[in-house]
């Protein structure tokens, strides 16, 4: 949302533009603020743990769309985290248990991405009221895991 970061100065101006972007285009893209060093951190655990991610898929008017069908075709994947058994213990790198294909004989660490996962899921909180005055009437109830 703008040059701003969203985390810092000016966090209930960002949220604001967040729900106001969501309000009038449907979508939302911002400046998480994080440092340099923490996301490259996230995306070694992710890169580690790739094999248990789960490819993404299309829904319209709450309806999955068959993944066959062209307009259903993504490139993203999710890391469903605690489907998966992942969670913050570990020593902040990747998971030092896990094989290349990203499995291991127990619980995994994966505390970077687990505190990114947080904090994000935190920030949809926060937009819950500005979401529910809004146009769209939407509420954040729940977070979303397997």
Same mark, same amino acid.
């Given at each position: 949302v703008g040059q701003n970061t969203l985390l810092g100065v000016g966090l209930q101006e960002s =949220?604001? %533009?967040i729900a106001l972007c969501l &309000?009038?285009?449907g979508w939302a893209a911002c400046v998480l603020g994080a440092h340099p060093g923490l +996301?490259?951190?996230a995306r070694a655990e %992710?890169?580690? =743990? &790739? %094999?248990r991610m789960a490819p993404g898929t299309t829904?319209?008017?709450n309806q999955v769309i068959d993944q066959r069908l062209p307009n259903a075709q993504r490139g993203d994947k999710i890391l469903w985290m605690? &489907? !998966?058994g992942l969670d913050e213990r570990g020593s902040g790198g990747p998971p030092a248990a896990c094989d290349g294909g990203g499995r291991s004989g127990g619980p995994l660490g994966a505390p970077t991405l687990a505190m990114l996962e947080r904090a994000i899921a935190d920030i949809g909180f926060q937009l819950d009221p500005l +979401? !529910? !005055?809004s146009s769209l009437r939407l509420r954040i109830t729940e977070r979303c895991d397997g």
């Open positions: =949220l604001s %533009a &309000e009038t285009k +996301l490259t951190k %992710a890169k580690m =743990l &790739e %094999a829904v319209i008017k605690q &489907e !998966q +979401l !529910q !005055q």
